[in-house]
């Protein structure tokens, strides 16, 4: 199958309790292109002396704005995480944590930041169970074995202010008050909403009026978030006052500001007032910490991610297992390249329920799971003419020897990966007295199943989701890169990756191209696998190709719009020239100067 045999993918992204957008004049199509393939978006964006892509274009401006005064890719990354936690509460904002990759070009060196916080130290396992337990009784629900998504007991310490202090402290050129006063700009005066956040936004606070009764409060969600009564619209303009103050006073006083001063013992109130557990002492005690990226090398590539207790080793085992099979040869999109991405997808992700969790209180097989040895015994699952029923998490220690994504770059060669993360939609539904962001629900993915890697317990972090993604290429920087989006983000970057590596697209054709979507696990929450599981495919896919894997026994549907959301740059050393890519089915921009 040839490159313009795979189409663009669907651009329309739906929330549960939503439907597809509906389209006037729908009989009408888009445009021809001139260059390039004919599904592709738009071509790359290209510039020399700074970069940044996200998925809102005031970000992207302000992240420039700040490159041009001075600022490092640091700087302009900061800058742009605190609009987006304005200008998209629904997938991001300070309530959330966040994780980080910098290339260094002074040091010539990766870095890492696993800016994840734990749960509250004053609850246990069996509080928990308890607590549980009673939430789902209180709000007249069926008891279920899982921690619920809203309410207090999802939420732990967010991690994103401490790796803004982190970061800023390492590699920031200016103050961080130069770095925050956009954002706090436009939460004073304004921004209008753009398209797809207006329709996440409106589902989200639908979603939370359904579970109102695992919501302690809503009151301040509702003040905070909402105009007269409604969620804005595409295009009305929206203020968030409060956050305008609690973002002063981290411009004054940095991260401690957040976890040992005023917001701190606001929080800490808060919580004893709706009978929360978290308290001051979480917040005061946390830092999250410095990490080494690791590698594995595919055809020439080393493509790096952090470490658990997020998913990026996921991306890592699936690159190891394609080593084996020749994807440029099977060709894009085809039935035989699908099956064994398909397959590599569901062998890692079922070592991904097994082990991955906070390695300061589990032993993670780190290296086993990456080594060549366990990669060629995990592949001995894989048959192309099949999908493989008896799949399940495989034995790494015989062979010891992953939101919202943005990614900046600036004059000097720094280059930062970083993705950032309420976890589900808008997060917990809990907004703290006048501070003006929402708490994430990130502790729903804890298992509350003693004995699992990724049990809850008291001071610990859960699993991840969130992931950023780098590729060097001879020594060099290659490419900064990650695509949020749940479970979809290291079957995301692996399709990306194959798309540039194996099939040779740019980087913005290899977000363009249609994607697919694997589920039915085993989960790090404790769910069982739901055996072979379900494959989501969207409408650029050959149909034939689609029948031809429904034979070897997977069950494809139609795509919802759940296939992540993409943002690269990539770095052509020779020409000292960035080239950035976006997300089309996002409402995001790539901006360069």
């Known amino acids: 199958m ?57 970000a ?167 105009i007269d009564g409604h969620t ?46 978290l308290r001051y002492e979480d917040f005061a005690g946390y830092h999250g910490e410095w990490v080494t990226p690791q590698s594995v090398n595919y055809h020439g590539y080393d493509v790096y991610e952090l470490p658990p207790n997020g998913q990026g080793f996921a ?51 780190m290296k086993g799971l990456l080594s060549e040895g366990y990669a060629d015994q995990r592949r001995k699952l894989i048959h192309l003419d099949h999908a493989n029923a008896g799949i399940g998490p495989g034995d790494p220690k015989l062979f010891n020897g992953d939101t919202t994504y943005f990614t900046t770059a600036d004059k000097d060669g720094m280059m930062v990966s970083i993705i950032q993360s309420n976890y589900r939609g808008m997060g917990s539904g809990l907004v703290a007295d006048g501070l003006g962001f929402m708490f994430q629900d990130r502790g729903e993915l804890y298992s509350l199943k003693p004995g699992a890697a990724n049990v809850y317990a008291a001071g610990k972090r ?29 079957q995301g970057h692996i399709q990306v990756l194959t798309n540039m590596i194996d099939y040779g697209m740019n980087v913005q054709d290899a977000g363009d191209a249609a994607r697919w979507r694997h589920y039915g696990n085993a989960e790090p929450t404790g769910e069982a696998s739901q055996g072979i599981g379900t494959v989501e495919m969207e409408s650029g896919f050959d149909p034939a190709v689609k029948a031809e894997l429904v034979k070897r026994g997977y069950k494809v549907v139609p795509g919802t719009g759940n296939f992540g959301g993409y943002e690269a740059i990539m770095f052509d050393a020779k020409q000292h020239v960035y080239w950035g890519a976006t997300e089309m089915r996002k409402d995001g921009e790539v901006i360069g100067y």
């Open 462 to 490: 859960p699993f991840h989701t969130i992931i950023p993604g780098f590729v060097m290429k001879d020594g060099a920087p290659y490419m900064s890169f990650g695509l949020m989006g749940g479970d979809m983000q290291p």
């Open 232 to 277: 804005p619209a595409e295009g009305e303009v929206f203020r968030n006052p409060d956050l305008a103050h609690t973002l002063t006073l981290i411009a004054q006083g940095g991260r401690d500001a957040f976890y040992k001063g005023a917001i701190a013992h606001t929080i800490d109130a808060y919580f004893k007032r709706i009978g929360g557990d």
């Open 2 to 58: 040839s490159h313009s045999q795979i189409r663009i993918g669907a651009a329309v992204a739906l929330l549960v309790g939503l439907t597809a957008a509906t389209h006037v004049n729908a009989d009408v199509g888009r445009g021809d292109r001139y260059s390039g393939h004919p599904w592709a978006s738009r071509s790359p964006v290209l510039a020399q002396h700074g970069m940044a892509a996200t998925e809102q274009p005031l």
């Open 60 to 226: 992207s401006q302000i992240a420039i704005d700040i490159l041009k005064k001075g600022g490092s890719a640091v700087d302009a990354a900061i800058a742009a995480n605190a609009a987006l936690g304005l200008m998209e509460p629904v997938l991001n904002g300070i309530g959330g944590d966040c994780f980080v990759i910098v290339w260094d070009p002074k040091t010539h060196q990766l870095y890492g930041y696993n800016g994840s916080g734990p749960s509250a130290k004053g609850r246990d396992l069996a509080k928990m169970q308890a607590e549980v337990k009673a939430a789902y009784l209180k709000a007249g629900l069926p008891a279920k074995d899982h921690i619920p998504a809203v309410g207090s007991l999802p939420i732990t310490v967010p991690g994103t202010v401490d790796t803004w202090g982190a970061l800023h402290d390492k590699f920031g050129k200016l103050s961080l008050a130069d770095d925050l006063a956009p954002a706090i700009g436009y939460a004073q005066n304004g921004f209008p909403v753009t398209q797809l956040v207006a329709q996440y936004w409106k589902g989200n606070m639908a979603a939370f009026e359904r579970m109102h009764g695992l919501i302690e409060e809503s009151a301040n969600a509702r003040h905070t978030y909402l």
């Open 315 to 365: 991306a890592l085992e699936m690159l190891q297992l394609l080593k084996g099979f020749d994807l440029k040869k099977m060709g894009v999109g085809s039935a035989d390249a699908l099956t064994a991405m398909l397959e590599a997808k569901r062998l890692a992700y079922e070592d991904l329920a097994k082990y991955y969790a906070d390695p300061r209180f589990v032993d993670v097989p």
